[in-house]
């Protein structure tokens, strides 16, 4: 049975502020942590934050967006050699069987719950519900997303004739690691690893693949499934973490009606200007601080005159 400490009044308030701006119970852990300078394990703090979240029933505000997690497993490629080593070209005549989508794991930003759609129900089937999931998103997100896993659902997409967008509003956190970072390593169980806030799921390697689509084992299947899952689960908490650090491709203020000096993060009017700079030209950038999810943002003099304005017809 998990052990609880009792923590200091100052903590508990931290936290409840904190609950209330973000749903991430990780990235709350590892604010208490880091502030409070708790010589306490993140996940060991995580589940106190959940039984607090539990106990005081506090819900983070959901933000009028919907931004969903994502990530995908495949069958690798079969096909037939004359001999191993050497040139690794293989002629296209010589594939026994292309690769296929196994499973799609995904959740949204403010439910509990993971999804998964494998292909059990069939593959076609599996593509077509999940284009409808991804037609709903103001933003999507993956881990080599944009180069890998909708690369790979548009190439079974197209095979099966479904018709999917060829753009979407997208943040893929393996771009901004390679942009922001100097990660050891850009994987996302290293990053997981070394942010403390977990890992992924040891599959025991490519016997669990070869169980899957050679052997067709339901129960390996359903192990390839916590997998994925988990890392649905590792992919949220290390966004949270990273997204105060990074730029945005979506500005989520305006897409939803706010103004340009909101948040684009969280769409929040609670920021505040922390210092500004001028270019070799003399324009004037502004520099801002979102006080709900920490995002730090630019904007021009221009939108920061307006909103000086807008708080002064407000009051």
């Given at each position: 049975?998990?052990?609880?400490?009792?923590?200091?009044?100052?903590?508990?308030?931290?936290?409840?502020?904190?609950?209330?701006?973000?749903?991430n119970?990780?990235?709350?852990?590892?604010?208490?942590?880091?502030?409070?300078?708790?010589?306490?394990?993140?996940?060991?703090?995580?589940?106190?934050?959940?039984k607090?979240?539990?106990?005081?029933?506090?819900?983070?505000?959901?933000?009028?967006?919907?931004?969903?997690?994502?990530?995908?497993?495949?069958?690798?490629?079969?096909?037939?050699?004359?001999?191993?080593?050497?040139?690794?070209?293989?002629?296209?005549?010589?594939?026994?069987?292309?690769?296929?989508?196994?499973?799609i794991?995904?959740?949204?930003?403010?439910?509990?719950?993971?999804?998964?759609?494998?292909?059990?129900?069939?593959?076609?089937?599996?593509?077509?519900?999940?284009?409808?999931?991804?037609?709903?998103?103001?933003?999507?997100?993956?881990h080599?997303?944009?180069?890998?896993?909708?690369?790979?659902?548009?190439?079974?997409?197209?095979?099966?004739?479904?018709?999917?967008?060829?753009?979407?509003?997208?943040?893929?956190?393996?771009?901004?690691?390679?942009?922001?970072?100097?990660?050891?390593?850009?994987?996302?169980?290293?990053?997981?690893?070394?942010?403390?806030?977990?890992?992924?799921?040891?599959?025991?390697?490519?016997?669990?693949?070869?169980?899957?689509?050679?052997?067709?084992?339901?129960?390996?299947?359903?192990?390839?499934?916590?997998y994925?899952?988990r890392?649905?689960?590792?992919?949220?908490?290390?966004y949270?973490?990273?997204?105060?650090?990074?730029?945005?491709?979506?500005?989520?203020?305006v897409?939803?009606?706010?103004?340009?000096?909101?948040?684009?993060?969280?769409?929040?009017?609670?920021?505040?200007?922390?210092?500004?700079?001028?270019t070799?030209?003399?324009?004037?950038?502004?520099?801002?601080?979102?006080?709900?999810?920490?995002?730090?943002?630019?904007v021009?003099?221009?939108?920061?005159?307006?909103?000086?304005?807008?708080?002064?017809n407000?009051?």
């Amino acid at each position: 049975m998990r052990k609880y400490r009792k923590y200091r009044n100052e903590i508990k308030e931290f936290a409840r502020v904190r609950m209330e701006q973000t749903p991430n119970n990780t990235q709350i852990a590892r604010d208490i942590k880091n502030k409070f300078s708790i010589n306490e394990d993140v996940e060991n703090l995580r589940w106190t934050v959940v039984k607090w979240r539990k106990s005081w029933k506090i819900k983070a505000k959901k933000l009028p967006i919907k931004r969903l997690f994502f990530d995908i497993e495949t069958s690798y490629i079969q096909y037939r050699r004359w001999k191993f080593g050497g040139d690794k070209y293989v002629n296209p005549d010589m594939i026994i069987r292309d690769s296929e989508i196994i499973c799609i794991s995904y959740k949204w930003q403010h439910d509990d719950k993971v999804h998964t759609l494998d292909w059990r129900m069939g593959e076609k089937k599996m593509l077509k519900a999940f284009v409808k999931i991804m037609a709903e998103a103001d933003e999507i997100i993956g881990h080599n997303g944009d180069r890998f896993d909708l690369k790979e659902l548009r190439t079974r997409c197209i095979y099966h004739g479904v018709l999917m967008y060829p753009t979407y509003r997208t943040l893929d956190t393996l771009r901004k690691s390679r942009q922001y970072f100097n990660f050891s390593s850009n994987r996302l169980n290293y990053i997981g690893r070394f942010l403390n806030i977990g890992e992924k799921i040891d599959t025991g390697g490519i016997q669990l693949w070869i169980d899957v689509v050679e052997n067709k084992s339901v129960k390996a299947l359903e192990n390839m499934i916590k997998y994925c899952e988990r890392d649905v689960i590792l992919l949220e908490d290390a966004y949270f973490v990273l997204s105060p650090f990074i730029t945005h491709n979506n500005n989520f203020a305006v897409l939803t009606g706010g103004e340009k000096w909101e948040c684009p993060e969280c769409a929040s009017s609670n920021v505040e200007m922390y210092r500004y700079y001028t270019t070799r030209l003399g324009v004037v950038r502004r520099e801002m601080k979102c006080n709900s999810c920490k995002k730090q943002y630019k904007v021009s003099n221009k939108t920061y005159m307006d909103m000086l304005t807008s708080v002064v017809n407000r009051d």
